[in-house]
């Protein structure tokens, strides 16, 4: 059975990637609801106060004020209601440990913010299609890395 | 009157004092009347008494009227009998002896015989003294005139010395029948031709086992039957040539004390002549010598059994003889063991002239001196020197120089015994040595020793021990010692002493104060040392002063405590520094990147072609930064991440990394040639960024227009086999090969490749950060593995990495 996307939601502090995630959605052939929350702490108030209308996925940046990407997946995966939630990191750093350790604990993608717009397009792109494949199946460990 | 009356009677006319006193006398008041009464007969017979110079004495008349001439005066000794018994009736005179001389009186009076009594012991007064008399006296009856017994007649003669000279006889023969009889020679003496014993002393009867009274007497043989064989020739030849006949030691067998023995005697069978005439018999003397004889020949026998011994013994001997030490024999340990040299050289020589070497050394004067003494002389662990025919050698002996004697006492040759044991001293050299090295060593490394009786409790320490725990040095009882310790220190020296007693060894630091108030560390060990049981009886160990390497090991803690904090702190700022580069660096790079890209692509139109031209020169430089700041990261994670070894198929890692690299690989063409690239425990990520720079190095380096080939082997290999100095030979190890066709280098730079930023060609040539093969070394490093280059400009490179299995 597969799942349509419709509501996409993103936790950065970073105002220029929240400019350019919202930019890049917006020029795909997508029809999403796109919010998105300036921290870790905002992210959990917000996730806390959807009851049942939760997004279909989550991007979340792991370097976040007051509360971090690390500290928010730890609490939504230990949420009754939260869990289900598929968090996709997304992320400027990548290192193999910290990327294991996320996989580990829960999070569906690891995406490394590119450098290129057309790239940031092509991977939210993937990204989203391979969710709506996956139907909640978590992904191996070669495919938990869409773009580093 | 008187006078003139005296004078007219002859037979008192002599000059004696008696005649004088019986002269004189008025014999009226007496039972015999005046002398002129007197009857003839009494005048014979009183004029012969005093004129005779024997001893005599006469009774008269029915009253036995005593009278008594001048020679038996000294009878009547100190007495006051003389004179005044002179005219005294007998029984007045006599009243002590009466009873024995009334009956004597009476039977001669009576008519009977004289009486004859011979030798009678009567001591009288004379010389001065009361001497024991011998008399030889009769009583003897004198007539009257009538011819009737009118009186007696005592007649004494001295024999005291025919007494004594008959005394003598007896005494003297007595003694010699005593002597014969008691002396220690069997004597006998037999007569005739059937030899029959007329005596036999005690010492004989004993020899031949008889009783006098059926020896003495009777035929010789009849009495010993069994010595007729031996005996009878012997002492027929004695009787016919009166000759005597001598024997030693002859064999008899004789039935004595229950049994048939063999008994050995000396004998003299001596001619007896009777007046010096014809032999009569035979004196016998025999001594026996059974004894003696079975002693000699046990002598004998153990004389050679003690040389037999000699001979066999394990324990060196010799026998030297004579004042110049003639080797009488020696045995064989002796030749073999001290000598060292072959019997032939030495037996019936002088000793001094095999040996010269002793001549020099003390043994000669100590064998001088046994000979000369006959006291024997022992010394222990005496040092020799004896020349052998294997050369000199230096012994030490315990040795013995024991007297030989004669049997006249001389001391005729010496009994040398020697025990060799020159390796126990030798041994005990060693020990001596090395305790006083150690001694040396305890001193040299300021050690105190201690010894601990687990029994008493009693503590020994040494001289410095005592200093070390503070005692002044002067020797203190084990409380005090512990009141010199540290009271915080109590416990860690209780606990330490539990230990010990469970693993038998000592160990512990604690601190001693010392009078003058100071602290010290000293450091304490012991070991127990236990008894056959195994119960602990004691131990032994050490103190030492460890004050001041306790002060540096303090100090150097507080540093070492110190750097790793500051290195914790530089760890820290490190990671920091990593999260900076990879997270805070990358970001505004990343965004120029992005807000280039994007204004390319949004404003391609308006912009011109230098302009364009720029905004591609900036995007080509942020490029380049991020590519350094993620290989530089690269670095440094190499050096700090952790190092995971698991098992991994290279084979698998260099698809992974093929994936990764699709997109360079397709771009250059390049074609990657691998082999069976094995399994070996590794780190997987770091072998994978290994394998990724290589490759990448190879396709960055390729010629221009050339296709780039990429030749990966692997091959596990013995040191040894590698020709590589820096391998161990006997380990194996994991050989992989990356060779390319690429524009390769110069040898001379072959070290110099691997350094950091260290590029061998411009930035617009070939990119290239400079870090990647620093990068590669340092996993190879990571891996215990050595790296090197070969190459050649234009023919291409190779890496060769050998890592250890």
Known sequence: MKREISNVLLADDDEDDRMLFAEAVAELPLNLKFTTVNDGEALMRFLVQCNGALPCVLFMDLNMPRKNGFECLKEIKRHEHLKQLSVVIYSTSYETGIVDQLRQEGAQYYLRKPSQFEQLKQVIYDTLTQIEKSDGVAPTSENFVIYS | MCAKSVNNFQFLSGSGEMATLTRKKDWSGTPVGPIETWPQSLRTTIGIILSSKFPMFLWWGPELTCFYNDAYRPSLGQQDKHPSILGMPAKEAWPEIWDTISPLINQVLAGGEATWSADQLIPIYRNGRLEDVYWTFSYSPVNDENGKVAGVLVICNETTEAVANRRKLEESERRFRNIVKQAPLGITILQG?????????????????????????????????????????????????????????????????????????????????????????????????????????????????????????????????????????????????????????????????VFPELVEQKYPELLRKVLTTGKAHQELESAAIVAGNDGVKKFYLDFEYAPLFESDGSVSGIMITVNDVTERVAARNRIKENEERLAVIIEDSELGTWELDMLTQEVVLSERGLKILGTDGKPAMRSELLQHLHPDDLEVRAEAFRKAMETGRLYYESRFLWNDGSEHWVESKGKMLYDNAGKPVKMIGTVRDVTEQKSFARELERQVQQRTTELEKMNAELKSFAYVSSHDLQEPLRKIQTFISRILEREEQNLSDSGKDSFRRIQSAAKRMQTLIEDLLTYSRTNTAERRFETADINKLLAQVKTDMHEEILNSGAVIHAGDLLQIETIPFQFKQMLHNLIGNSIKFAIEGVTPHITISARIALGSSLAIPQLAHDKKYYHLSVKDNGIGFDMQYRDKIFEVFQRLHGKSEYKGTGIGLAIVKKIVENHAGIITAAGEPDKGATFDIYIPI
């Open chain 2, 193 to 353: 031709k059937d030899f029959i014993p007329l005596m036999a002393n005690d010492t004989y009867l004993q020899l031949v086992d008889k009783r006098e009274e059926d020896f003495v007497g009777r035929p010789l043989f009849q009495s010993l039957p069994e010595v007729r064989d031996v005996v009878e020739p012997l002492l027929n030849g004695v009787l016919d040539t009166g000759t005597p006949f001598y024997a030693t030691e002859l064999p008899v067998i004789l039935n004595r004390y229950g049994k048939k023995e063999a008994a050995s005697f000396n004998l003299v069978y001596h001619p007896y002549r009777e007046d010096g005439g014809t032999v009569e018999g035979i004196i016998v003397v025999a001594t026996e010598v059974t004894e003696s004889v079975k002693a000699r020949h046990k002598l004998t026998e153990s004389e050679m059994q003690f040389r037999s011994m000699v001979m066999q013994s394990p324990i060196p001997m010799t026998i030297f003889r004579g004042p110049d030490h003639v080797i009488e024999m020696a045995n064989t340990a002796m030749f073999e063991k001290i000598w060292r040299k072959k019997e032939s050289e030495i037996i019936g020589r002088r000793a001094l002239d």
